[in-house]
């Protein structure tokens, strides 16, 4: 491999340091922060008895009349199965893989029509690893990118109606790693790892309205957050090769800009011991366009008189703004024992052209069950969701063309109390 074909493979290589991992909602979102919304399919903003009111509607707390904390994680097991366009290349699957995220929302409402709350989630991201030594590992190897939300919320009841409103923060602290190799020739391999943290800041705004006494009207929005990483690109030792002044160890820096979110969602009481819930979700993922990769030293090509730094490199993703459809429902079979069920379809963002092994995204049906029991002022819930993607078939003339099918479980277990 020749030094201009190395730096190509150099470069591109740390464009795609902030390219999406495989997650359970389209594109790269986490919605499953409550036992309750994951055994409802994710229907949950215009629920009024949703625990996780931070999350899914703020605006909820204004309702409440004492203090509610709801903990709990998410068990995410996700897999990809790839079969090669090459002929002679059996089908190649992403090694096992089980992430826990947590979440937490405490509500605390106070003088009758206030209340404030605050909520932690990781809204965005997850993992996707292939085995390190798969035929595709020049394009990617494996990826983790990690967010934490950070969530305080302020929420008002209008004084003789129905009507809630809340506005909140957001602030995102984010992490994220990316393995790839570099195959100059038959013996000389080497590994490359990029790593960087960043931080954003979003606003947040809810509304809750009954306009009768069964019927729930939600609406929740979450502002766009652009995240700034400082990161570095790291080589195997290439020390004594050919290729040692060219593989350097240095700083870089990019920034990806998290999507807006809008939310709707109505709720009906249909009798007693049944609720009926409907969401729709709409996600500017147009918000993703492109990541742009700054180098912090020396180009091996640099030209005298021009700056001497490696320049900018762009990654073109090009994604759409997309749509979710959710259903679930709630019945208490006996009391204060209440089971559930959902079902959601969720529409890809991610566009033929820039799909890859890092996101073999397709639209996607979830079902859903769950359970939920309530002592005291205690609550436990669990949910699962069997999240199915559709098969993705890439045919761009690329290394890694075949079809991708993708597919996870995903179990949330909680616990509450002030119920």
Request: net charge negative.
């Given at each position: ?63 409440q ?47 009758g ?43 008002y ?45 979003g ?18 929005y ?37 999507p ?34 700054e ?6 090509q ?28 709630e ?37 859903a ?8 002022d ?42």
């Amino acid at each position: 491999m020749n030094r201009s074909k190395i730096l190509a493979v150099l470069v591109s290589g740390a464009a795609l340091m902030m390219a999406p991992t495989a997650v359970f909602a389209a594109g790269f979102a986490n919605t499953a922060h409550s036992g309750v919304a994951t055994g409802m399919g994710g229907a949950a903003t215009g629920n009024p008895n949703e625990p996780n009111m931070n999350y899914y509607n703020p605006s909820s707390m204004a309702f409440q009349d004492k203090i509610k904390v709801y903990a709990g994680l998410t068990l995410l097991a996700p897999g990809v199965k790839h079969q090669p366009a090459r002929a002679g290349i059996g089908e190649v699957k992403t090694d096992d893989a089980l992430f826990p995220p947590p979440n937490l929302s405490l509500a605390i409402p106070f003088a009758g029509n206030y209340a404030v709350g605050l909520g932690v989630t990781l809204p965005w991201g997850l993992a996707i690893d292939w085995p390190e030594d798969w035929y595709g590992r020049e394009t990617f190897v494996g990826q983790s990118l990690q967010t934490v939300n950070v969530n305080p919320n302020f929420a008002y009841k209008i004084p003789g109606i129905d009507l809630a409103l809340s506005v909140g923060g957001q602030f995102i602290f984010s992490s994220v790693t990316q393995k790839r190799a570099i195959v100059a020739d038959s013996d000389t391999e080497f590994g490359v790892e990029l790593g960087g943290n960043g931080f954003g800041v979003g606003g947040a705004a809810s509304i809750m309205y009954k306009p009768v006494e069964d019927l729930t009207l939600g609406f929740s929005y979450r502002s766009r957050v652009k995240l700034n990483f400082d990161g570095v690109i790291h080589f195997d030792d290439p020390t004594g090769t050919a290729f040692e002044n060219i593989l350097i160890d240095q700083d870089i820096s990019t920034d990806i800009t998290m999507p807006d979110t809008f939310n709707l969602g109505i709720g009906w009481q249909v009798f007693d011991k049944l609720f009926v819930n409907l969401d729709v979700s709409y996600i500017l993922w147009s918000t993703y366009d492109r990541v742009v990769v700054e180098f912090s030293e020396q180009s091996p090509q640099a030209v005298p008189g021009q700056d001497p730094r490696q320049p900018s490199q762009v990654s073109v993703s090009d994604w759409e703004n997309s749509m979710t459809f959710r259903v679930g429902g709630e019945y208490e079979v006996i009391d204060n024992l209440h089971l559930r069920a959902g079902f959601a379809y969720d529409m890809s963002p991610v566009p033929e052209e820039t799909a890859g092994p890092s996101l073999p995204d397709n639209d996607r049906t979830v079902v859903a069950v769950g359970a939920g029991y309530k002592f005291g002022d205690f609550r436990l819930d669990a949910g699962y969701q069997l999240v199915m993607v559709a098969e993705r078939e890439i045919d761009r003339g690329t290394p890694v063309d075949g079809t991708y099918q993708m597919s996870a479980h995903v179990v949330s277990l909680n616990v509450g109390y002030g119920f």
